[in-house]
């Protein structure tokens, strides 16, 4: 979602895709105070699980993540880039993060990371908007890209 606020993302299956969830703003407008709750997100083969960028006040709480080729979640400041807002303040709890490079990615100041369940992630959370790591081995999301797909595997969490 580009430059929507007041948003809530809940009670979503969404799998086998290269993004899954993500909030946006530009200099068109803001996406501050969304919710993203309660939603089942595996397989994001290429981008972050669920993706926060330029956004003040979200809430991200009550997801399980699974088999992220990057990040489960990230904070994303690298909206600033393209006149956005560097965004801030979110707070991300009670989510399950399984097999990820980074559980949670934290590039922008101000947000507060409560209390996730965390497996086989390469880092629990980075503060950074990129990362160099490589995805734990045996996830869907990393053992789906095959030499014969023409893609390759995951290693570099998006700048």
Excluded: F, W
């Amino acid at each position: 979602m580009y430059d929507s606020s007041h948003i809530t993302v809940s009670a979503n299956h969404v799998g086998n895709t290269q993004g899954a969830i993500g909030i946006d703003a530009d200099s068109s407008g803001s996406a501050d105070d969304e919710t993203i709750e309660n939603n089942v997100v595996y397989g994001s083969l290429v981008y972050d699980a669920i993706d926060v960028c330029g956004s003040n006040g979200t809430t991200v709480t009550a997801n399980t993540v699974s088999n992220s080729g990057q990040s489960a979640i990230h904070l994303d400041s690298t909206c600033a880039l393209y006149g956005g807002p560097v965004g801030g303040t979110a707070t991300v709890s009670g989510n399950i993060l399984n097999e990820a490079c980074a559980g949670i990615l934290n590039g922008s100041a101000g947000n507060t990371i409560g209390t996730n369940t965390s497996n086989n992630l390469a880092n629990t959370t980075l503060v950074a908007d990129t990362a160099t790591c490589t995805p734990p081995s045996g996830g869907d999301a990393v053992g789906a890209l095959t030499d014969d797909s023409g893609q390759k595997k995951p290693q570099v969490a998006r700048p």
